[in-house]
Each structure stands twice: as C-alpha cells, then as structure tokens.
C-alpha cells in the first residue's frame, strides 16, 4: 500500500507531465530520436527520377521491367531509464528534493515514449541494481516506473552506476535510447562499462543536482549531513578558506564527467532541483534535432 502523501506526489508529476508532453515533448521526440532503420514496406514500379540503387534486380528480372524496393522506418524505439536512487537523491536545498526532480524527468521521458507508441523500461540503482522494469507500452506502465522512482529504497549505500550500466547490458540486448539520471554524487568511474554501454546504446546522461553541492552560502555553523553514511560534519560557512574547497571540489568532479563524457561523444542535461525541468529538457531537443539535421 503507497502512502497517501506519494500518492499525491505522483498524481501531481502525471498531471503536469501530461500538460508538458502534449505541449511540448511529443512532437520533438519523435524528431529527435528515430527509429532503428529502415525495414522494407513494398515493392513498385520504376518512375522516372527515382535512385536507380534502389532497383530490385530478382523482381526486374522477373517482370521484363525495372521495380523498386520501398523502405520506411522502423519507428519503434525501446527508451530505458537508468535512476540513481542513493539517499543522497533525497536531498535538497528547496522546494523539493534531488529524486522528486528526477521523477519529474522521468514521466516526462516515458509518458513522451508511450505517446509515440514506444516501449519504455527502468533499471534502478544504488549500492547495486535495486530494481528493473522490462519494457513495455502505455500510459499506467509509465506512471508505474514514476511510482518506482520515487518509493524504491535502496538495499545497500553508494553509487554503483557501473553495476547498473552492466546490468543493463545483460537485459537488454537491442539498441536502445537510455536516459541516465543521476547526481553524480560518490558514482565513481564506471569504467569499461560506460564505454560498452555508450557503444551499444544511445546514451544520455540527465544530471540532477541542487545549488548547494557547488557552492556554500549563508553565515556561522552547519551541520553537513554524509547522505549514504550519515555521518555529520560542521562546514564554517563563514570560513572563506571552507567555501573554497567546497567549490573546487564540486569543479573537480564537474570537469571529470565533462571529461570522461565529452570523450565518449555523451550528452549531459544538467537540471536542478527546485528549478523547472522543461526548459533544460526542451534546449537539450532542440539542440540535439539542430546537430543531427
């Protein structure tokens, strides 16, 4: 039985995500992301004007004149959400935590993919793969990865994003479009297993963060709570020397991902959390139907 407070939770992400969907997703989506290839439709005449590459000689052969093979695209796309639910995504400075965001992009994603008759599938993670949805199409399978997303615990603490990218590989043998979303935070390097993901999947990373893990404001003491050990230490906010090394660690692990990202020809959103997610998701569409023209 969810608790009545989630429930809500997820009523209000479907009502905002069915308005930013048939507004705005739905149709980018489908012009971003194509289908697998081209699969064959039908055979007709040859017409003048028409690619003579395209001539299916055995049909010719046959009928004493020149036929063409027609292909349309295979449009049917499986969309796989990869969701970094650690404790540290049930944090946040405003109004609403890392993981509410998230599964805020989440129904986005599927809701978009099951509008377009696509199948839609999860994998959820922690200190290892916490939970797996396979594939599949309509409006309540999508809404029951959102549910996931946001009630899921995880079993044991940490990141271990390259279980989950392995295990994703292990489920899921076709081509897929895989949306990676995660803070990033105590994930590691994931190694090979990012390279044989990136190479067999188009993957997308969607980076959830707050305000505060880059940089430190306010003045006197804070308690600075370890989210995955729960252990606390007090951060001087008034110490410029604290607020210092704040910020460059934070620049530190930024320019790792861009690098190690960038090197695999990966795009990354960056969404915070208490912001709105659409205007992010829509320049990531935009730019990326611009790129591939």
Same mark, same amino acid.
């Given at each position: 039985? +969810?608790?009545?407070?989630?429930?809500? =939770?997820?009523?209000?992400?479907?009502?905002?995500?069915?308005?930013?969907?048939?507004?705005? &997703?739905?149709? %980018?989506?489908?012009?971003?992301?194509?289908?697998?290839?081209?699969?064959?439709?039908?055979? *007709?005449?040859?017409?003048? /004007?028409?690619?003579?590459?395209?001539?299916?000689?055995?049909?010719?052969?046959?009928?004493?004149?020149? &036929?063409?093979?027609?292909?349309?695209?295979?449009?049917?796309?499986?969309?796989?959400?990869?969701?970094?639910?650690?404790?540290?995504?049930?944090?946040?400075?405003?109004?609403?935590?890392?993981?509410? $965001?998230?599964?805020?992009?989440?129904?986005?994603?599927?809701?978009?993919?099951?509008?377009?008759?696509?199948?839609?599938?999860? #994998?959820?993670?922690? !200190?290892? #793969? %916490?939970?797996?949805?396979?594939?599949? =199409?309509?409006?309540?399978?999508?809404?029951?990865? @959102?549910?996931?997303?946001?009630?899921?615990?995880?079993?044991?603490? /940490?990141?271990?994003?390259?279980?989950? +990218?392995?295990?994703? !590989?292990?489920? %899921?043998?076709?081509?897929?479009?895989?949306?990676?979303?995660?803070?990033?935070?105590?994930?590691?390097?994931?190694?090979?297993?990012?390279? #044989?993901?990136?190479?067999?999947?188009?993957?997308?990373?969607?980076?959830?963060?707050?305000?505060?893990?880059?940089?430190?404001?306010?003045? !006197?003491?804070?308690? $600075?709570?370890?989210?995955?050990?729960?252990?606390?230490?007090?951060?001087? +906010?008034?110490?410029?020397?604290?607020? *210092?090394?704040?910020?460059?660690?934070?620049?530190?692990?930024?320019?790792?991902?861009?690098? =190690?990202?960038?090197?695999?020809?990966?795009?990354? @959103?960056?969404?915070?959390?208490?912001?709105?997610?659409?205007?992010?998701?829509?320049?990531?569409? =935009?730019?990326?139907?611009?790129?591939?023209?």
């Amino acid at each position: 039985m +969810l608790p009545r407070e989630l429930i809500r =939770k997820i009523r209000r992400i479907e009502i905002l995500t069915r308005r930013h969907v048939d507004e705005t &997703f739905a149709g %980018q989506y489908h012009s971003v992301f194509k289908g697998r290839g081209m699969e064959f439709a039908e055979v *007709r005449e040859y017409q003048r /004007g028409d690619d003579v590459r395209a001539i299916d000689w055995n049909v010719t052969a046959r009928m004493g004149r020149p &036929f063409l093979k027609l292909f349309e695209e295979e449009r049917e796309l499986t969309v796989m959400i990869v969701a970094d639910i650690s404790a540290s995504m049930d944090t946040g400075s405003r109004s609403e935590t890392k993981r509410e $965001a998230m599964a805020t992009v989440a129904a986005i994603l599927a809701v978009s993919a099951v509008r377009n008759q696509d199948k839609v599938g999860a #994998v959820l993670f922690g !200190g290892d #793969v %916490q939970g797996y949805v396979p594939p599949g =199409k309509g409006h309540r399978h999508a809404i029951r990865i @959102v549910r996931d997303v946001l009630y899921e615990k995880p079993a044991r603490p /940490g990141t271990n994003l390259e279980e989950a +990218l392995g295990f994703l !590989g292990r489920v %899921q043998k076709k081509r897929a479009i895989v949306f990676v979303l995660t803070d990033l935070l105590g994930a590691g390097d994931p190694g090979r297993a990012l390279h #044989v993901a990136s190479r067999r999947h188009d993957l997308v990373f969607v980076h959830v963060g707050d305000p505060r893990e880059r940089e430190l404001a306010g003045d !006197g003491l804070m308690p $600075a709570r370890d989210a995955e050990t729960g252990e606390i230490v007090w951060l001087d +906010l008034s110490d410029a020397a604290t607020r *210092r090394r704040w910020q460059e660690a934070a620049r530190e692990r930024d320019a790792f991902w861009k690098k =190690k990202l960038s090197r695999l020809g990966l795009d990354r @959103v960056r969404i915070d959390a208490g912001d709105d997610p659409v205007r992010p998701l829509v320049r990531f569409f =935009k730019e990326r139907a611009h790129r591939f023209r």
